[in-house]
């Protein structure tokens, strides 16, 4: 049993906390700590059979974060808020001696750039602390790196191809909406496209390469090369993987609005004089959209995100398909949300569980493939999220050089 704290009341941390809840017997106690209090004390309200105590927090004010944490004495912190204050809040938990984990790496505010090196820098310190950080505990990064390191003990002997698929084909009715937080989500996607190959990073114009791929219930679909963070961490830890790429569907009608922001510079990250006030475009952009966490009621159909791999087993070629399937409606039905939330929320809660219970227990700072991955991939189904693995899978639409 441990008192937790969740910083972040969006989306994603919504379905967190609507697992967490649910084990009153492994968390008593759940401090919602977040910018807005209103959002923490509706997530109270939510869930009164949970002791659920809201605070406001700004966690980019460290001393403030150290103040909390040593007023409710938590096991872990899980970082549900953005990137942005993974940095500030690793420093907290270092301060206050308490367990920590995240969903997306750290990327400064100024450079749309993710990076693991900056929180990697914090290895020695967690470990001579006895601490622990998971990092990047979402689906992607998160459970994809879990899928990799199954594949890896139990599939592969080598890991030669790794391509990240993620689909979500369903629909929300709204002409545009992200369905994370804006800023972050078209700070990646309007970025270069990125992919190792041959141990170098390769770069690419944003949204340059496509490639058919076919999706489990949806059919084929057309998915772009985007950088993704847990590619870094992954050619890290599997250096056998000589090519990994991710790849992500977008609608006509989501790239048609995409182009014109950007185009119009409102996909912009620098601020620009409006009469004699400073103003962000991309900032002003998603106060303009839908909040991710609104589409939920009207959200229907299917996401499917996966890893195909390639490699060898017993001397001979193997391919694998280790890939969850799951609908808008299911995620709306469990935790009132949209998948998408859903498939990010889901982890960190089963993370929590491992961590407190100790079965994920290991001073220093983590990336998911350098924990076991069973003791997460077994919690899934019953949590939401079933997967599936196919061994040689026909990968004809991922081109192979062989
Ligand atoms: N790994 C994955 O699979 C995956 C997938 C999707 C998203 N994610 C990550 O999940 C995170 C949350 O995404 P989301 O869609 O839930 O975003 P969101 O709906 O915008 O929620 C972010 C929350 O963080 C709070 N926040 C922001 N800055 C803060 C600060 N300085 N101090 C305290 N609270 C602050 C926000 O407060 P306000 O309510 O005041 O705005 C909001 O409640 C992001 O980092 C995203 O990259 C990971």
């Not at 993620?166 to 629909?171: Q, T």
């Not at 590619?231 to 599997?238: C, D, G, N, P, R």
């Amino acid at each position: 049993m441990a008192r937790i704290v969740v910083v972040g009341a969006g989306a994603v941390a919504q379905v967190t906390v609507c697992k967490l809840a649910r084990r009153p017997d492994l968390f008593p106690e759940i401090v919602v700590a977040s910018r807005t209090f209103s959002k923490c004390q509706r997530l109270a309200e939510r869930y009164p059979q949970a002791r659920i105590i809201p605070e406001a927090l700004d966690a980019d004010n460290t001393a403030a974060t150290v103040a909390l944490l040593r007023k409710y004495k938590p096991e872990l912190l899980l970082n549900l808020a953005l990137p942005y204050q993974d940095l500030p809040l690793m420093d907290a938990c270092l301060e206050a001696g308490v367990h920590y984990l995240d969903t997306a790496s750290y990327e400064p505010p100024e450079t749309p750039l993710y990076e693991y090196r900056y929180q990697w820098a914090y290895h020695e310190r967690y470990a001579q602390a006895g601490l622990m950080a998971v990092l990047g505990i979402g689906f992607d990064p998160g459970v994809t790196n879990a899928f990799v390191a199954y594949a890896a003990k139990h599939l592969f002997d080598e890991i030669h191809y790794l391509d990240i698929v993620d689909c979500n084909a369903g629909s929300h009715g709204r002409p545009f909406a992200t369905n994370f937080n804006l800023e972050i989500n078209l700070r990646e996607i309007t970025q270069p496209g990125r992919y190792y190959e041959d141990g170098r990073l390769v770069e690419v114009p944003p949204l340059s390469i496509s490639q058919e791929v076919r999706f489990p219930e949806i059919g084929v679909r057309k998915a772009y090369l985007i950088f993704h963070e847990e590619l870094e961490s992954l050619v890290k830890h599997f250096p056998t993987i000589r090519r990994a790429r991710f790849w992500m569907t977008f609608s006509e009608s989501y790239l048609m609005h995409l182009k014109a922001f950007m185009n119009v510079g409102l996909t912009r990250i620098d601020p620009i004089d409006y009469e004699g006030h400073p103003v962000v475009p991309i900032k002003f952009l998603q106060k303009l959209l839908p909040d991710p966490a609104s589409l939920a009621p009207d959200y229907k159909g299917w996401v499917s995100i996966g890893v195909q791999l390639r490699g060898i087993y017993q001397g001979k070629p193997r391919t694998a398909y280790i890939y969850t399937n799951i609908r808008h409606e299911w995620a709306y039905q469990d935790c009132g949300s949209q998948a998408i939330a859903y498939t990010a929320g889901v982890p960190p809660a089963i993370a929590a569980e491992l961590m407190i219970s100790g079965l994920w227990k290991r001073p220093g700072v983590w990336n998911v493939e350098q924990l076991p991955p069973e003791p997460l991939l077994e919690r899934l189904p019953a949590a939401g999220l079933p997967w599936k693995v196919v061994v040689d899978y026909p990968l004809d639409f991922i081109d192979v050089p062989e």
